[in-house]
Structure formats: C-alpha cells, structure tokens
C-alpha cells in the first residue's frame, strides 16, 4: 500500500496537471446532474468569500518582486503593473473566472417576495441590473470593473484556443450518453458544429508567448499555484458555488494542461467534462453580457 501511494505522489509530481483530479472511483463520489443545479445567486457572501478570493488572488503574489500580498483593492493596479507577462496572465485568468461567476449570479438573481427569504421559494429570478453595476460600474470600483470584464473574454479565448488545440484528442474520444443516438450526436455537435464555430477565433492567444526561454522553473510555478487555487476549492462554503467553483477552476486547469503539454494530450473522462462545461459557462456570461447587461454596458460601462 506504501508503495503504490509512493508511485502515486511520485505520478502526481510528475504530471502535467494543473489540478488535482479527484478519484472516479471513490465510493463517496456523488454524480450531479449539472442540468438541475445551474450556477446562480445562492446568496454566499460575507467574510468567508473575501477569504477564499483573497487567498485565490494571493496566490499570485509569486510573480512579484517582494511578494507582498497581491490582494488589496487599492493597490490592486499598481501591483498587477508590477508583474511579469506570465503573473498578468495568472491574474487575468482568475479574475476573468471571478468576473464569470459574478455575471452568472447577477443574471439569475433571486428576488424575494415582500417578508419572504432567500431560502424560501416565494419570489422570481432574474437579472439584477443594479447589482451587476455595483460589481462592475467604474465608479464603484476604481476604475477597474471594466477591466475585469475583459478578461472574461480573455479565459473565454484561453480555453477556446485549448479546445481547439485538442481536436484531434476529441475525435478520437468515444462518446457515452447511455443512448447510441444521442452519442453520434454529442459527437457531431462536439467535433463538426463546435470547432468549426471556434476555428477563426482560435489564434487570438499564443501560448508560446509564455515561459519564453526555456523557463521551467516558472511554468513549475505557475502549475503549483495553478494546484493550490483548485485545492483552496474545497474551503468554499456552499456547495453549489463548491460545485461550480471546481469545475469552472478544473476546466481552466484542463486548458493549460492542454496548451503547455510536452507530450501527447491525454485527458481523463472528468477533465474532458469540466472542460466543455466551464467553457459553457464562460460563453453563457458573455452571451448574458451582451443581452441582459447590455444597457448597462451602453449607458455607464465602455469595453
Ligand atoms: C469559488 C466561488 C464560487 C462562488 N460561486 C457563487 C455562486 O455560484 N453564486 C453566488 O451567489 N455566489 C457565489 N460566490 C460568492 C461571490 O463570488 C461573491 O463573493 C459574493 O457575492 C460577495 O460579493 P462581493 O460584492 O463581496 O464581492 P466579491 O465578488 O466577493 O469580490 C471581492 C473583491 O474582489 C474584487 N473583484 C471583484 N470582481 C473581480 C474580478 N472579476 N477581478 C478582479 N477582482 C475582482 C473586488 O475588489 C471585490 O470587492 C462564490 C464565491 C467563490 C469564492
């Protein structure tokens, strides 16, 4: 038994991971149908979220020169400026994936009904166009709301070009819906009407721009703390916003796996759906972007 979690710890230092994938076989695995929980306000909030993002941020703080700590609203802008091309990229990504999450919950707002709770069923759903302007107004917040805003369009483009990256790995996947007609069409869909759609938008990110030089040492980095934000994940204290905080972190983790790989794409069956629904979701944002906010984005917020 030693032995094989001594092969195990030595597979997973040697792994391109950039995430720790949980075990399918685990008896306490749970299957969730993601049809039925989708991503919207749970009304989590509070000094448990500023810790968890402050300690996703602060991850960052590596890249710095004196490796203060990277989160601090204020000093938020002179920090990122200080970092190097890979450290912005680390924050644009985060921050882009926090921009989704916020959009996602101001989108599907829960508006309780006069005296009633967040918890009870009596009130509606919709988009809270107040809300999404508290998050993202420039005047609520330094400036720098639009700037969060596109970097959702920079790790919608990230993992766009990964999905892309990884076409052939796809088509050679076997598809299991537990109906044949529905995996020939899982199939079309994914490898004919997917990447075709994808394909021009595909070399909007270059990832060989990063970790020029044969800088090892730096993409080693870059993948541990990449490891630490899926682990702090687990820390996420409501278990719908834990759901999709994994996946959308692990669809992330999956892309860079995908884009920095040194040797051929192999992925296992939960990546491959993490990948394809945290990409969902970041298109699903933007598409709320440009419909439900789009007033918002006209009359007080320029891209
Ligand atoms: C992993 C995770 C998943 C979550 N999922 C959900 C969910 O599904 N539904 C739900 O209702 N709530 C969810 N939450 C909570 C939600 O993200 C907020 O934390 C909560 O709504 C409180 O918001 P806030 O106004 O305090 O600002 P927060 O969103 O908590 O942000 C904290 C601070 O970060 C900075 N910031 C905000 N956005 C960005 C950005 N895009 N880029 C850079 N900096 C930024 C601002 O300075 C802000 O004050 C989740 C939280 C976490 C950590």
Request: net charge negative; aromatic share 14%.
């Amino acid at each position: 038994m030693q032995t094989i979690e001594k092969w195990k710890q030595f597979d997973d230092i040697q792994s391109e991971n950039f995430c720790d994938v949980d075990d399918e076989t685990r008896s306490d695995m749970e299957y969730i149908d993601l049809s039925l929980n989708i991503e919207r306000f749970t009304g989590y909030s509070g000094v448990s979220t500023q810790r968890i993002w402050s300690a996703i941020y602060n991850e960052n703080c590596f890249f710095l020169p004196e490796s203060k700590l990277y989160y601090n609203l204020r000093q938020k802008r002179l920090n990122a400026d200080k970092l190097c091309l890979e450290g912005r990229t680390f924050y644009r990504l985060i921050s882009g994936l926090h921009s989704s999450i916020s959009i996602h919950l101001c989108a599907q707002y829960f508006f309780p009904s006069v005296g009633g709770g967040y918890s009870g069923s009596d009130g509606r759903w919709g988009p809270n166009l107040d809300e999404f302007r508290r998050r993202f107004d420039p005047e609520t917040t330094d400036g720098e709301g639009p700037g969060w805003l596109k970097n959702l369009y920079f790790i919608y483009l990230i993992e766009l070009r990964a999905i892309y990256k990884a076409r052939d790995y796809f088509h050679s996947q076997n598809y299991f819906t537990g109906n044949q007609t529905d995996d020939i069409h899982t199939k079309q869909l994914l490898t004919e009407n997917l990447f075709q759609q994808i394909q021009p938008f595909a070399n909007y990110f270059n990832e060989n721009d990063l970790f020029k030089n044969g800088n090892e040492e730096l993409k080693a980095d870059f993948r541990e703390h990449f490891r630490n934000i899926s682990r702090i994940m687990d820390c996420v204290g409501c278990d719908k916003c834990k759901l999709w905080g994994k996946l959308q972190v692990q669809a992330l983790g999956t892309s860079l796996k995908i884009l920095f790989a040194e040797s051929p794409i192999q992925l296992q069956r939960s990546e491959i759906v993490a990948l394809i629904n945290g990409f969902t979701q970041l298109s699903t944002s933007i598409y709320r972007l440009e419909h439900s906010f789009k007033t918002c984005l006209r009359n007080h917020i320029e891209l």
